[in-house]
């Protein structure tokens, strides 16, 4: 089984920082792209950032230049460093990796349990 454990939320002022950590264990062969997703009340679940293998990183517009993602593929871990936070960055983050079990190379999503994150003076 695998599981993705997240840490690092809490509240926030506006114009504030959070770092986000999340690590992946368990039935791991090959992990190819982690991630950071987020859902507001009563909106769907959006990509925030992904990172791939080789450290290639993409970013939702609305983050772009304040947030910033990292990767340890040694540790398979996955952070997310939130800087100049705004009150509509308010959401639960949910942590995410596209990874094999095994040598099969059969590729699934995996999902966090989420963690809150509170922007509000």
């Known amino acids: 089984q695998v599981q993705l454990v997240e840490s690092g939320g809490g509240l926030v002022q506006p114009g504030g920082s959070l770092r986000l950590s999340c690590a992946a264990s368990g039935s791991i062969f090959s992990i190819n792209s982690m991630g950071w997703y987020r859902q507001a009340p009563g909106k769907q679940r959006e990509l925030v950032a992904t990172?791939?293998?080789?450290?290639?990183?993409n970013y939702a517009d609305s983050v772009n230049g304040r947030f910033t993602i990292s990767r340890d593929n040694a540790k398979n871990t996955v952070s997310l460093q939130m800087n100049s936070l705004k009150p509509e960055d308010t959401a639960v983050y949910y942590c995410n990796a596209v990874l094999s079990p095994t040598a099969a190379l059969r590729y699934n999503a995996y999902w966090g349990q989420g963690t809150q994150v509170t922007v509000s003076s």
């Open positions: 990172i791939n293998s080789g450290g290639r990183a």
